[in-house]
């Protein structure tokens, strides 16, 4: 059930998805025009606003019509719903990260000017999108579309230009212990979502 | 046999409108209209059926099972046609089957590309550019394409033509002539129901008004008109819902109210449900400006 | 079989029902053992209510006209041949009471009545 509801997030989402490629590609260009300060961060950052654009399109795209209605009244358990929606969100950096290195990978092979994304900046980049979808999805469950974007764009900046851009900078190159930190992001999630299924739960739609 | 559907004192509030003490049932086999004014909460007592809305208090059964606990299995064998478009409507309706479909355990596929073919969808328009009535029906091929035993449908003629309205009908009674499953029906739109409907369910600003078979409400009334200088005050306390005009008035009479001294004095009429439904909420309204 | 249903007549149809199906089994148009439609798809094809037809089938059953086999269906029951008779009886007495109500409305004498009667049985065939 749950594999056929992350197939229909994707599914409603297949033009966002082919469009991340082109996205990833001005990001890059944007970059080069914008100097070393931006090149630094621009796989990092578009992996963290890809996702927050994917999480907010399909809210949109499902507010609009109230499309929770139909699938709240197929055979499937609220957790379900809520579940399929955290896993393909969650899924969401990794394929962005799937296109950013091919990307990167083509731009630095073309030209050498530009640098390449590292194994750094992965871990960072998915450490923060999904310590990001811990707070944002739930505040997708609780307001209505218009709120949460709002909401998830403050949350999202302050994720970027706030604490985790120092960091990201301090701690180059690596002296962290990686490990502690996905467990403890993966905690957070584990958290975010039960209190999202409990919010669902309970909610008249 | 274990009933379809049984809700017992059902109460929801909302900061404007209150849902309180539903309590009806509906037999395996049988087609129920559910009736009441707009704003009557027929909605929300469907919403609270399909557990799209949390009840306050009470009880409902579906195949005799709770509602909530047992919600995954009973939904299997629910149809539903809702009267808002709910659908992705960026997607044509063969794109929102493959979404829906593959949930359904018992999902026939043959059956929905006949109902398809006989509602003439066309397969591959984006839902958006659809009428209301023909979102309506790629509702209704979706409800009664995976077997379900329990079809609830939410004004499911608004919108629809008088042709596909009376083969809606046609494919109703097909359903239940498998005399294990039934429909739950609610509109605003009577007619419909005069013909079709075994039993009624009334409800008014959120209160239930009766549920009962048809034939027995249609017997218990009688329309009657005639000249005010009859309307004594004996006579007024009967009437349900009068109203007077300047050449006359016309009320609604129970007939176990029936006054013998009325005979050749008043025109008497069998009524519909529309006169029913019209007449019960008239007295209400009256009552209330009253109080 | 016809079945033919009015949603203007003052007689409730299930009445309407009772009414058509007995006259075809007194006539003999419907013979013994003949099986009549199920009542779910009488219901479906004078689209009206299923319990409307089922009220009308108990009211055959209780007259008499029909037995209902459980999940076979109903059918018309054998007929008492002196029963039939007193029933045919039954509804011309009924018929006749009708006229007779009538003509007292028009006022009509008793006499006048009769000679209509007796040209009437010269005259139908």
Redesign the interface.
Known sequence: MILKLIRKEILIRKKFLLSVVFYGLIAILASILGGPRLIEVVYIFSIIVFTYFFITTGAEIESKKNTGVIFASLPLRKREIVTAKYITAALLPLYSLLIMTVLGFAFTTLWAGIKFIGLNDSLIALLSTWFFLGLALPIIFIFSSTTARVINYIILFTIMFGPFERYIRATQPLDWEPILWFLAVFVFLLLSWLFSVWVYQKQDL | MEKILEINNLNKSFQDFALKDISFSLEP???MGFIGPNGAGKSTTI?LI?????KDSGEIKIFGKDHVRY??????D?G?V?D????????SIT?MT???A????KWDQARYLHYIEQFELPKHRLIKEFSKGMVMKYSLAVALSHQARFIIMDEPTAGLDPIIRSEL??IL??I??D?TASILFSTHITKDLD?????ITFINRGNMVFSR???EIL?SYRVVKGDKNILTGAIRKKLIGLKEHGVGFEAMLATKDWDNSLQERVLIE?PNLEDIMIYTVREDRQNKIDS | MRILISNLSQQPIYEQIVQQIRTMILQGELQEGAPLPSIRNLAKDLQISVITTKRAYEELEREGLIVTIASKGSFVAAQNKELLKERKLRIIEEKLIEVVKESRLLGLKEEEVQTMLEILFREVL
């Open positions: 086999g049988y087609i919403k399909m557990n799209l809305l949390k919600e995954k299995e009973i939904k299997e629910i539903f809702y808002q478009n709910h659908f992705y409507d960026n997607l794109d493959k979404i829906l593959p949930f359904y355990k009908l046609d009674y097909e239940i002539q005399e013909k079709i409907a075994d039993y078979p048809k034939d017997e069998p």
